[in-house]
């Protein structure tokens, strides 16, 4: 059964930190496309990163715009594990971020949800003024 699972949200203050984590099994993880999308109340779900494998066979992270210099999204695919470390938090962070899971997709597209095909079921991520 494919699984993925996300941990390591909470409640901070602006200006804080946050490190989440996506542990995946019962899925071939090592050359799969991962990414972190986010959703608060009343809007719509929001690729924030992704982490894909470039043809060098190195890893290309990707990142919206809102979020560049402030989130870093690492793996380590001997522990099947996706990061997102979150940096200088302000209250339009605030939501419920998802891991998800996709195969060979484009570089356009890698921050499209309809891309993704495994989901996890959230970590919630609260920042306070």
């Known amino acids: 059964q494919v699984q993925l699972v996300e941990s390591g949200g909470g409640s901070v203050q602006a200006g804080g930190s946050l490190r989440l984590v996506c542990t995946a099994s019962?899925?071939?993880?090592?050359?799969?496309?991962m990414g972190w999308f986010r959703q608060a109340p009343g809007k719509e779900r929001e690729g924030v990163a992704a982490?894909?494998?470039?043809?060098?066979?190195?890893?290309?992270?990707s990142y919206a715009d809102s979020v560049k210099g402030r989130f870093t999204i690492s793996r380590d695919n001997a522990k099947n594990t996706v990061y997102l470390q979150l940096n200088s938090l302000n209250v339009d962070d605030t939501a419920m971020y998802y891991c998800?899971?996709?195969?060979?997709?484009?570089?356009?597209?890698?921050?499209?949800?309809?891309?993704?095909?495994?989901w996890g079921q959230g970590t919630q991520v609260t920042v306070s003024s």
């Open positions: 982490i894909c494998l470039y043809s060098d066979g190195t890893w290309f992270p």
């Open positions: 998800a899971a996709g195969a060979a997709i484009p570089v356009g597209r890698r921050l499209e949800h309809s891309a993704y095909n495994t």
């Open positions: 019962g899925y071939t993880y090592n050359r799969a496309c």
